[in-house]
């Protein structure tokens, strides 16, 4: 592998023309592609093997053009205090607003009167319109949400409070802003870490080019493979994350194998043997995780994570290809002026004197002296951390945990103060018989607790199915609620099904939560498999797969701490508590553990490295530090940045998944690979190292350390390159 990848690295620093030239073309493929492509919808939403899935289906089958799928709106007009929406007056401007909506779009399927519709609460305070669209939220025309936003402004006016809820103002969360900050952010930190802005651009330019690449294709290809508009944003994310890292791990050892004197093209390949043999392998672990969301069962997950997946092969690519390639065209500039300098004035000084030990040396000796106390610590803190995950209540927020200052919270709360709080979450019953058959289901849901309405059953014009709605007593997140559906389909037999927006959340946090186990047991123990090919050890891929599985808990607990029992919620502005996004703890086990693994790979190869070299176990960890720690210090760091510009948005989901990755980064960077890894593999010692003999024999040699450079990498000179005086 390494001898590999040192012949690749010195073949695209020579004909680096070449190489730019080659993926700067496939961005413009890929960049034409996205742009004569069809404007990407939302993917279509389903979860396969569920009972509210089975209903949606028996809807559209016997229910035709009912848009049961569609997105939906409610109108909610309030009467001014000792008023009532009966008034004549206000019943005007309620019915002015009906035929306005009805005459707004060709996307509206039904508009309901709420005087003919018992949509007028019983203090006659509240009323509300409900439209019914034929496609999802996504799927909406602006001037379909412009005409039904100006109908709610033009009532407002007149005397009467007018807020819109529904679904049908979701939009795709604008994150750019968040995504700059990050960029920004990286930026700053990488000129910190080289000291030069060359190398620093380096890491960011090949980063972008691959996102671009990636995201135009995924643009390109979205609605032949049905991927949705929200899969660019996953690969984005993603894209960026580890495309900046990539190329950090690789310029870094660039500039090392610089400072050891070694001419310009023999430093590209031989840190692209190297370190790039730890980016192949960490790619490797992110790929595994991304792919393994097929594990779930839900078509769009699977889709999200193959498309994200794919930007981080192309990152990878990019890493060991188009990075040596710019290394060439940025000659000594990647090496910045000030460090030119001082190696020129330490030249021919006591080595001894002119080196002092730099931070990461210092910490790894300080862990290697009380590796006891460091581990405690660091296990108990992120224990004590973890805690609250024990708490966890999962499911899909709706608007009543969006902030008090947008219409959708302030309709919801309309509503729940006029009908009842379970009136924002009605359950959707689907009767597969006739109209007796329909008749005895409402005779048994009335029977039942819970429900604080049920409607007569609506059957289809064959007569051979029927709905019913019902409206549960408490709040659609409530357990109550959920104990609801499921005593509605436990009463009932298999002709009965319950779906409708809170039933489909329900049965989707149950699957998610079904299948975290099996996930997180194909992800880490592919996972353990692969590292135990890359260290060569039993011990190593072990320790590296409890340390993430104890940041990730922690994270949880962490977000269960600030979203659900509100802890710090002001700080972080989280107005109302509630479950934690059903696909939140899948969703940051699979970015957080391609990450983790990305520092994992990279620290702790430098240290293999060192040992198989001839090092003891400690010197191997001082060595492994005092070449990685600052690079890996800097890769979490520029993680957190970007991670973090997404708290301050104001989705609720985006916000949470922004904070989760933050704190899981934070963890697993810090305390895990920074203080409990060191720790352990000094405890370890020559252990940590050990493998059967057996084992040995079978597993192939991939050589990450780069034991057959010493012999199959020419000699300095050969390649024809001018040597390099300068030493960082």
């Not at 059953?457 to 959920?482: F, H, L, Q």
Request: hydrophobic share 50%; net charge neutral.
């Amino acid at each position: 592998m390494a001898t590999f990848l040192y012949k690749l690295g010195r073949s695209a620093f020579r004909r680096r023309r070449l190489v730019a030239l080659l993926w700067v073309a496939l961005l413009a493929v890929a960049g034409i592609g996205a742009a004569t492509a069809p404007v990407a919808t939302s993917s279509s939403f389903s979860i396969p093997g569920t009972e509210a899935q089975r209903a949606f289906d028996l809807l559209e089958e016997r229910f035709p053009g009912a848009g049961a799928d569609g997105a939906t709106a409610r109108v909610v007009f309030q009467a001014p205090e000792g008023q009532k929406m009966t008034d004549p007056a206000h019943k005007a401007v309620v019915e002015e607003t009906v035929a306005a909506l009805k005459s707004g779009s060709d996307q509206i399927v039904s508009v309901t009167d709420p005087y003919t519709g018992k949509a007028v609460s019983q203090n006659g305070s509240t009323a509300y319109v409900s439209v019914a669209y034929k496609v999802n939220a996504m799927e909406l025309t602006d001037e379909t949400r412009e005409a039904l936003t100006q109908a709610g402004h033009n009532a407002q006016g007149k005397g009467l409070t007018v807020e819109v809820g529904g679904d049908a103002l979701q939009t795709m969360p604008e994150t750019g802003s968040g995504e700059i900050v990050g960029v920004v952010i990286a930026g700053i930190v990488l000129v910190l870490t080289f000291g030069s802005l060359v190398a620093a651009g380096l890491p960011l330019l090949t980063a972008i080019i691959g996102v671009g690449i990636g995201v135009s294709s995924i643009t390109a290809l979205a609605n032949v493979l049905d991927l949705g508009s929200t899969t660019s944003t996953l690969a984005m994310m993603i894209g960026l994350a580890v495309g900046i890292d990539y190329a950090l791990f690789i310029v870094s050892r660039y500039r090392a194998e610089l400072a050891d004197g070694r001419e310009k093209e023999d430093a590209a390949g031989r840190a692209v043997g190297t370190a790039g043999s730890a980016v192949v392998f960490a790619g490797l672990t992110v790929v595994i995780a991304l792919v393994g969301l097929a594990v779930v069962n839900i078509p769009m997950l699977t889709k999200m994570g193959f498309a994200a997946a794919g930007t981080v092969v192309i990152a990878v690519l990019i890493a060991l290809t188009l990075i040596p390639a710019m290394l060439g065209f940025a000659g000594d500039k990647v090496i910045g002026r000030k460090q030119r300098k001082a190696a020129k004035a330490e030249a021919g000084a006591d080595s001894a004197k002119s080196r002092k030990p730099n931070g990461g040396t210092r910490w790894a000796r300080f862990v290697i002296r009380r590796p006891v106390m460091v581990l405690l610590i660091g296990v108990l803190g992120l224990g004590a951390i973890a805690l609250p995950a024990a708490s966890l209540e999962m499911g899909l927020p709706d608007d009543g945990v969006k902030p008090t200052s947008t219409t959708e919270r302030r309709a919801y709360d309309a509503l729940s103060d006029g009908f009842g709080p379970g009136f924002n979450g009605p359950l959707l019953v689907v009767v597969d018989g006739d109209k007796a058959t329909a008749d005895r289901t409402v005779s048994t849901i009335k029977g039942l607790e819970g429900w604080a309405a049920v409607t007569p059953a609506t059957p289809n014009k064959a007569g051979d199915a029927a709905m019913i709605t019902v409206v549960p007593k408490d709040r659609p997140s409530s357990g109550a609620t959920e104990t609801l559906v499921h005593d509605i389909r436990n009463a009932t037999g298999d002709d009965v099904l319950v779906t409708g927006a809170t039933a489909m959340n329900i049965d989707f946090s149950q699957k998610m939560n079904d299948a975290l186990v099996p996930y997180l047991a194909l992800v880490v123990g592919l996972a353990f498999l692969l590292l135990t090919v890359v260290f060569r050890s039993i011990l190593v891929p072990l320790k590296a797969a409890l340390g993430f599985l104890l940041s990730v808990v922690a994270a949880l607990g962490a977000v269960v701490a600030v979203f659900q029992w509100g802890w710090l919620g002001s700080l972080f502005g989280v107005e109302q508590t509630g479950p934690i996004m059903s696909m939140m703890p899948i969703f940051m086990v699979g970015v957080v553990f391609g990450l983790a693994m990305d520092y994992e790979v990279f620290l702790v190869t430098r240290m293999r490295e060192a040992y198989v070299h001839g090092e003891r176990p400690g010197e191997a960890i001082v060595t492994g530090f005092k070449h990685s720690a600052r690079v890996v210090t800097a890769a979490a760091v520029i993680m957190i940045a970007v991670f973090s510009g997404f708290i301050g948005m104001t989705d609720q989901m985006i916000k949470m998944i922004g904070f989760g990755l933050a704190v899981a980064v934070l963890f697993d960077a810090f305390v895990v690979r920074m203080a409990i890894v060191p720790a352990v593999l000094a405890l370890l010692g020559h252990k940590a190292w050990w493998l059967p003999k057996w084992l040995d024999r079978i597993l192939p040699n991939v050589d990450v350390e780069g034991e057959g450079l010493a012999k199959d990498a020419p000699a300095d000179g050969a390649s024809g390159s001018q040597p390099d005086l300068v030493k960082v």
